[in-house]
C-alpha cells in the first residue's frame, strides 16, 4: 500500500501477526519503542496502541479484532474516536490521550470521554499501595499516572529528591505540566524557524552578488556560522580528550553554552561532528533528500467541513530514480569504510586471543579447557559476540538457548552446550586470576532437564507467567551477572550514577572506595569522567574527615594511573570547582593540588598548578581556603625544578606574608618559606638572592618611613628572615670544610632539649632539614670544634654570614626609631633566634665583638659624647635582650647586668636622651625572669656617686613598677625610692615623684599606699619645698597622669584638696612664667579629672574653687583657657544645683557635655588652639577604667 494512502484506523492484524501475538518469543519491547510512540504525534499513537496488541498479552485486543476481521474482508469500516480514546484510557496511554484531547478541541470536535476524564482530578491521585519503583519503569498496566521520564545530569540532579527526608513520589499532575513544557517548547521551535529566515537575508542581496561574481572574494562568516562552528569544535574537543583546551574555548566564548545545541540561536539541524565532516568532504554528491511523513494518514471526513485538503505534489520517477541512486552511493561508501574497519578489528581479535591462548596455556591446569574451547569454536551458535564482550551470564539467554535446541536432544547434549559456554566465557576475560576460577566454577553447575516433549512456544508461554523484569534498566542489569573484573566495572560503570543519589548524604563516603575504583579500572574515558564528577560533587559541603577520605582516594587514584591521566582526568575536575559558591569545595581543590602535586608531570606542576594556586590566593575570599592553598603551595615548591620559577615562588611568598589572616601567615612560616627556602638552598642562592632580597627591602622600607614607618611590612619581612634562619645553618653545617668526616659512627652525644629554639614546624627544624638527628648531632660536634680550634678559613658559608650579613643587619638596627617598642621587639626576636641557632660559640666569638666595637663603653669614652651617639639608637636594646639574654647561665646574667649599668650610667653622664635605656627596660620588664637583674642594675644607679645617674636610677623605677608583684614593690622598689627621697640633691628627690604616683595607680596594697601617701604628703607640706618650683611641676603632672586611675579615696582625699591649694598660692605667684606653668599643668589635671565621679561635697568644697582660681590666672595669662574653663564651672554648678541629675550623670566628661552648639563650637576651636601636651589633654574624654 502506498504510503500517501495508508490508513491507521483502518490498520488490521493478519494471521501471522496472530500467531506472533501467541508466541511472543522474539517480540520484547523496548522503553526506547515505548517512548517514541509516546511522541510521534495524536494521529500516529493510536496506530502504536492498536499495534502493540501484537506483543502485549495483558492489552484487551477484542475491537482491534474485530476491525482487523472488517479490513480483511474488504469493508472500509473505520473505528470510532470515542472508541480509541476508550482504549488509550484502558491501557493507561494517558498523554497520548491528552494530546488526541487536545486535538479534537482545536478542532471543534471535544469528545465526552475524554472531557470527564481529565475534569476529574481523582483519575489522577495516588494510589496507596504502587511501590516506589514503579517510578522508574514508565507507564505501566493498572498503575497510576508516572512521572514522565526527564534528562537529568550530575550539575541538574537534585539530591534532595532521593533523599529519605520525605516521600519520594511527586505529584502526579507533573505529567501534565511536562506536557504542557513541550507544546511550549514546540512554539520556541517555530519561532526560532522564523529567527532562521531572518538571519538568512542579514547579508544584502547586492553583496551577495558581488560574492558570487568574484569567487576570490571570501564572504564574511556570519554569527550563525561561527556559533555553530564553535559548537562542532568544542564538541570535537571534548571526544577526544582535549578537556583543558575546551576549557580555555569555552572561557574565550562564554556568551555560548555548548551544552546545548539550540543555543546557536536558530531552529537549524544538528549537522555531523568535524570528523564525519572531513571524511565526507571528499565526496562531491550532496544529498537534497525531501521528507515525508508516512504511516500517518488522516480520513477526510475526520476533519471539520471548512478545512481543505491539500494534494502532495507529485514526484516523477526520474527525480527519485536519482535519489536513490545518490543514496546507494553514500551507503556504499560507508560500507567500504565499515568493512575496512571491520579488518583491522578481525586482526587485532586474532592478535589478543592468540595471546590469550599462550597464556592459559601457562596458567591454566585444566587439560579439557582447550578442548571445551575447540568445541565451542566449531559450533556456529556461539560466533555471535556477547553483550559487553562475553562477559556477562544473561539469565534471559537460557530460555533463548534451549529454544533454539531440538526437544529430541537429550541430557548428556545439554551438558556440551553448558560446558561449549563455559569454555566461550572463559576463553574471553582479561584478566588471569579469573580465568583459573570461573571454568570449574560454572562446569560444576548443571541442570536437570525433563524428558518431556512440549513444544517450545508452550515452554515459553508457561515460563511467561514467572513474574520477571528484565526491560528496564534496573531489570537488564540483575539479569545479567557479571563474570570477570572488566565486566564488573563496566556494570558499576552504569549503576554507580543511579546509586549515588540515593544514598544518604551522611553515609556518602563509603561509596568513594566504589567510585575510585571503578573509574580507575573502567576502560571508557567518558564514564571515568563521569565517575570523578561523581566524586568531586559526592558531598555538597565535605567536611574535613570526608575530605581528607576523598584526597587519600585521589593520591591513590594517582599512584594507580600515572601522571597522564592524572592530568587528563583529575586536573579538570579540580578546574572546573575552582569559583564554587561553597568554600568546602574551593577548599577540597586548594588540599588536591598539593596532595596530587608528586603524581603530576613535572611541566604541569610548575604551569598550570601553579597558576591555580596563584589565582585562588589573590581572589578567593576563605580564610580556610587561602591557608590550604598556601600550604599546597609549599608542596610545590618542594617539587618544582624549574629555576625561571623562582622570581614568582617569592612574590607568592611576599603576597602569602601579606594576607590579612593570621592562620594563612602561619601557614606560611610554618610551610612555604620553608619548602622555597629548601628550594633556594638547592638552586645556591639562598645567601645571593633570597636574604639579600629581603633585607634590601627592609632598608628601602627603612627609607621611605622618615615620616611614618610600616611597621606591618616591616614585621613581615622580618618574620620571613627569622623563618629563613634554621635553612640558613643548614647551608653552613652542609658546606663547612669538616663535612666530609661527619660519618655516623661509634656514640654521638645527643643533643641538648634547649639547644634550638622551639621550631614552628617540622619543617624549620634543623634535625629534618639535614636528614636525621643523628646527623645533625654529628655535624654539631664538628662545628663547635672548628669554630673554637680551628676558625673559619676557607668556610665561605660562614664567612659570608660574618662578614656580610651580620654587618649589614647592624647597621640596619641603628637605623630603625629606639622609641618604636615594636620595632625593637621584632629585631631583638629575630637575633634571639639568630644567636640560639647558631650556638653560644658563634655569638661570643661572632656576634657580640660586633656589637661591642659598635658601641664602645670603655671608661675613656664617658665624658665624649661624639662617640655615644649610638648608645641613643635601637642599637643598645636589640643588643641587650637580643643577644644578651639567649643564654641564661651566671656568666651571661653578669654581662647583661654590667652592660645596662655602663649604658645607665654613659647616658647619665652625657646627659643623654635615655629612649635606648628606657626601650631596654620596657622590653626585658616583659619578662618576669628579669626583674629581679634589672633591680639590681637600678640599685646600682641608687647608690651611685653621680646624682645624674642617681636621678636616672629613680626614672626607670616608674618603668619597672608596673609588670613587677607587690612583693618586690615592697621589698625592694619602695625602699630604694624612700631612699632617694631623701637624696642630698633637690632634683634626685624630684625624680621619684612619677614612681611614687605609678605606686599609687598600680599597687593595691593598704601599707604600700600610705607609706607613698606620706612621702608625696612631705613633698607638699615640707616648708623647705614651697618654693620649688620643679617639685609642684612634677607633683600635678603625676596627679593628672595618675588621678583618674588612682584609688578613690586617695584622690577625693589627697589629689582634689591639694590641687585646690595649688591653684590658690598660684593666684599669688608673682613671676608671670612660672605661673603660667602651673596654669597649664592645673588645667591639663582638672581636665582629666572632671571625667571621674566627684561627690557633692568634693565638687563644693575643692573641684569648684580650685577651677575658679585657675580661672583667675588664665583671665589674664591664656583667654583661650579661660572660655573652656568657663564652661567647666557653668556645668558643675548646674550639677551641684540639679543633685539628682548630678548624681546620674555624675561620670559623664564634662568637658565632652558643654551646653548649647555655640558654646560647643567654641570649646572645640579653642582646644585646636591649646600648646598644651596632647596626652593630657586626651584624658579629657576617656573615663574611669
Not at 558570487?212 to 571534548?238: D, G, M, T, W
Not at 559456554?421 to 562446569?443: E, I, R
Not at 601579606?658 to 602561619?666: H, I, N
Not at 618586690?968 to 640633691?985: H, W
Request: aromatic fraction near 6%.
Amino acid at each position: 500500500m502506498a504510503a500517501g494512502n495508508v490508513n491507521p484506523f483502518n490498520a488490521s492484524d493478519s494471521e501471522e501477526e496472530a500467531e506472533q501475538r501467541q508466541d511472543g518469543a522474539d517480540a520484547e519491547r523496548s522503553p526506547s519503542d515505548e517512548a517514541q510512540g509516546h511522541r510521534m504525534g495524536p494521529f500516529s499513537e493510536p496506530a502504536a496502541l492498536l499495534s502493540s496488541n501484537r506483543t502485549s498479552p495483558s492489552v484487551e485486543g477484542i475491537p482491534a479484532s474485530g476491525a482487523a476481521v472488517a479490513g480483511i474482508g474488504g469493508a472500509d469500516t473505520r473505528v470510532s474516536v470515542d472508541a480509541i480514546a476508550a482504549q488509550l484510557l484502558r491501557d493507561q496511554y494517558i498523554l497520548t490521550a491528552l494530546e488526541l484531547h487536545t486535538e479534537l478541541l482545536e478542532a471543534g470536535r471535544e469528545l465526552p470521554r475524554l472531557r470527564d476524564y481529565f475534569s476529574n482530578p481523582g483519575n489522577f491521585e495516588r494510589q496507596s499501595g504502587t511501590p516506589p519503583a514503579c517510578k522508574d519503569q514508565g507507564v505501566g498496566p493498572g498503575g497510576p499516572l508516572n512521572r514522565a521520564g526527564s534528562i537529568s545530569t550530575l550539575d541538574s540532579l537534585d539530591f534532595a529528591r532521593y533523599s529519605d527526608d520525605g516521600n519520594r513520589e511527586s505529584d502526579e499532575r507533573v505529567a501534565v505540566l511536562e506536557f504542557e513544557l513541550r507544546k511550549a517548547k514546540e512554539n520556541i521551535q517555530a519561532l526560532r524557524a522564523n529567527l532562521t529566515q531572518a538571519a538568512e537575508c542579514e547579508i544584502p542581496s547586492q553583496e551577495r552578488k558581488n560574492y558570487k561574481s568574484s569567487p576570490e572574494i571570501q564572504e564574511p562568516i556570519r554569527s550563525l556560522e561561527k556559533r555553530a562552528l564553535n559548537f562542532l569544535v568544542n564538541e570535537y574537543l571534548l571526544k577526544n580528550e582535549y578537556k583543558l583546551t575546551a576549557i580555555t574555548f569555552s572561557d574565550e566564548n562564554d556568551d555560548q553554552d555548548f551544552e546545548l545545541w539550540d543555543d546557536v540561536g536558530l531552529n537549524i539541524p544538528k549537522p555531523q561532528d568535524l570528523l564525519q565532516l572531513y571524511r565526507n568532504s571528499g565526496n562531491s554528491l550532496t544529498l537534497h533528500l525531501d521528507t515525508v511523513d508516512v504511516a500517518v494518514g488522516v480520513d477526510p471526513r475526520d476533519l471539520p467541513g471548512d478545512c481543505c485538503i491539500q494534494e502532495p505534489v507529485q514526484q516523477t520517477d526520474i527525480i527519485q530514480r536519482q535519489q536513490q541512486q545518490e543514496v546507494v552511493q553514500e551507503l556504499e561508501y560507508q560500507i567500504s569504510l565499515l568493512n575496512s574497519e571491520k579488518q583491522s578489528l578481525a586482526e587485532q581479535i586474532k592478535k589478543l586471543q592468540s595471546d590469550i591462548q599462550a597464556l592459559q596455556w601457562n596458567v591454566s591446569s585444566d587439560p579439557t579447557a582447550t578442548v571445551k574451547s575447540a568445541q565451542c569454536k566449531e559450533d556456529p551458535r556461539f560466533d555471535k559476540t556477547p553483550l559487553d564482550n562475553g562477559q556477562y551470564l544473561d539469565i534471559r539467554g537460557v530460555t533463548d538457548a534451549d529454544d533454539t535446541l531440538n526437544t529430541t536432544k537429550t541430557l548428556s547434549s545439554t551438558t556440551t552446550t553448558t560446558d561449549c559456554t563455559d569454555g566461550t566465557t572463559t576463553a574471553t576475560p582479561p584478566h588471569n586470576k579469573l580465568k583459573s576460577h570461573s571454568p570449574q566454577v560454572k562446569g560444576s553447575v548443571q541442570f536437570d532437564q525433563p524428558n518431556r516433549k512440549l513444544p517450545p512456544a508452550f515452554h515459553q508461554a508457561l515460563l511467561s507467567f514467572c513474574r520477571m523484569s528484565a526491560d528496564s534498566r534496573l531489570g537488564s542489569e540483575v539479569s545479567r551477572i557479571a563474570d570477570s573484573e572488566h565486566s564488573v566495572m563496566l556494570m558499576l560503570g552504569r549503576c554507580l550514577p543511579h546509586i549515588v543519589p540515593n544514598v544518604l548524604l551522611a553515609k556518602r563516603e563509603e561509596l568513594i572506595p566504589l567510585i575510585l575504583c571503578t573509574a580507575c579500572l573502567h576502560p571508557e574515558p567518558k564514564e571515568r569522567d563521569q565517575l570523578l564528577h561523581i566524586l568531586f560533587n559526592l558531598i555538597k559541603r565535605p567536611d574535613d574527615e570526608q575530605r581528607q577520605m576523598i584526597l587519600t582516594g585521589c593520591v591513590a587514584f594517582a599512584r594507580q594511573v600515572g601522571p597522564t591521566r592524572v592530568e587528563a582526568e583529575l586536573l579538570p575536575q579540580c578546574w572546573e570547582q575552582i569559583n564554587h559558591k561553597y568554600p568546602e569545595r574551593r577548599l577540597l581543590v586548594a588540599e588536591a593540588c598539593g596532595a596530587l602535586a608528586p603524581y603530576l608531570p613535572m611541566e604541569i606542576r610548575s604551569s598550570l598548578v601553579l597558576s591555580m594556586l596563584q589565582q585562588m590566593l589573590a581572589e578567593d575570599k576563605a580564610d580556610m581556603v587561602r591557608e590550604a592553598v598556601v600550604k599546597s603551595l609549599g608542596i610545590i615548591m618542594g617539587y618544582i625544578d624549574d629555576p625561571d620559577k623562582y622570581f614568582q615562588g617569592f612574590e607568592l611568598m611576599l603576597l602569602s606574608l601579606g594576607d590579612p589572616s593570621e592562620r594563612v601567615v602561619s601557614a606560611t612560616h610554618q610551610v612555604f618559606i620553608p619548602a622555597f627556602a629548601a628550594w633556594c638552598t638547592e638552586l645556591g642562592n639562598l645567601q645571593s638572592q633570597l636574604i639579600p632580597s629581603l633585607l634590601t627591602r627592609i632598608e628601602k622600607l627603612l627609607k621611605q618611613g622618615e615620616y611614618g614607618l610600616d611597621e606591618h611590612k616591616l614585621h613581615m619581612y622580618l618574620s620571613a628572615l627569622q623563618s629563613i634562619i634554621p635553612s640558613l645553618f643548614a647551608v653552613i653545617l652542609q658546606n663547612a670544610p669538616f663535612t666530609s668526616r661527619a660519618k655516623l659512627h661509634g656514640d654521638v652525644p645527643p643533643i641538648e632539649v634547649t639547644r634550638f629554639p622551639r621550631p614552628a614546624s617540622p619543617l624549620q627544624d634543623v634535625a629534618t632539614i639535614v636528614g636525621s638527628r643523628e646527623q645533625l648531632a654529628v655535624l654539631l660536634q664538628l662545628y663547635d670544634h672548628q669554630l673554637q680550634h680551628e676558625g673559619t678559613t676557607g668556610w665561605d658559608s660562614l664567612l659570608w654570614v660574618v662578614n656580610q650579613f651580620l654587618p649589614q643587619v647592624i647597621e640596619i638596627v641603628g637605623r630603625i626609631n629606639v622609641t618604636s617598642s615594636t620595632c625593637v621587639h621584632e629585631f631583638s626576636r629575630f637575633f634571639w633566634r639568630f644567636c640560639r641557632t647558631f650556638g653560644k660559640i658563634f655569638t661570643n666569638t661572632k656576634v657580640k665583638p660586633q656589637f661591642q666595637e659598635i658601641l664602645r663603653l670603655s671608661e675613656e669614652n664617658v665624658d665624649a659624647t661624639a662617640g655615644n651617639g649610638i648608645l641613643t639608637k635601637a642599637t643598645v636594646p636589640i643588643y641587650a635582650t637580643g643577644v644578651l639574654t639567649c643564654y641564661n647561665q651566671e656568666e651571661d646574667r653578669k654581662l647583661l647586668v654590667g652592660f645596662l649599668e655602663d649604658v645607665m650610667t654613659t647616658l647619665s653622664l652625657s646627659h643623654a636622651p635615655l629612649d635606648s635605656l628606657k626601650a631596654s627596660f620596657v622590653e626585658l620588664g616583659a619578662n618576669p625572669a628579669y626583674h629581679e637583674l634589672l633591680l639590681t642594675v637600678l640599685w646600682y644607679g641608687v647608690v651611685h656617686t653621680s646624682a645624674l645617674v642617681r636621678c636616672t636610677a629613680a626614672r626607670m623605677f616608674e618603668l619597672l613598677v608596673k609588670g613587677v608583684n607587690e612583693t618586690l614593690v615592697a621589698q625592694r622598689v619602695v625602699p630604694a625610692l624612700i631612699t632617694l627621697s631623701s637624696d642630698p640633691e633637690i632634683s634626685v628627690r624630684i625624680s621619684t615623684i612619677p614612681a611614687f604616683g605609678t605606686i599609687m595607680e598600680t599597687v593595691t596594697q593598704k601599707e604600700l599606699l600610705e607609706r607613698v601617701k606620706m612621702q608625696l604628703a612631705s613633698f607638699l607640706e615640707d616648708p623647705q619645698y614651697q618654693d620649688q618650683h620643679s617639685l609642684h611641676m612634677e607633683i600635678i603632672k603625676t596627679f593628672g597622669r595618675v588621678g583618674p586611675n588612682a584609688e578613690p579615696r586617695f584622690r577625693d582625699e589627697f589629689v582634689l584638696p591639694h590641687l585646690h591649694k595649688l591653684a590658690l598660692c598660684n593666684n599669688q605667684q608673682t613671676v608671670e612664667t612660672k605661673r603660667i606653668d602651673i596654669a597649664t599643668q592645673l588645667f591639663e589635671a582638672y581636665s582629666a579629672l572632671s571625667c571621674c565621679f566627684i561627690s557633692e561635697e568634693l565638687m563644693v568644697n575643692h573641684f569648684l574653687p580650685g577651677l575658679r582660681c585657675l580661672r583667675a590666672d588664665m583671665e589674664q595669662l591664656s583667654p583661650e583657657h579661660e572660655v573652656i574653663l568657663s564652661s567647666m564651672i557653668k556645668e558643675c554648678e548646674i550639677k551641684v544645683e540639679n543633685k539628682g541629675i548630678g548624681e546620674a550623670q555624675g561620670s559623664i566628661s564634662i568637658a565632652a557635655s558643654l551646653v548649647g552648639e555655640d558654646a560647643k563650637t567654641k570649646f572645640l576651636s579653642k582646644m585646636g588652639q591649646l600648646t598644651t601636651s596632647g596626652a593630657m589633654l586626651a584624658n579629657v574624654f576617656q573615663r574611669k577604667k
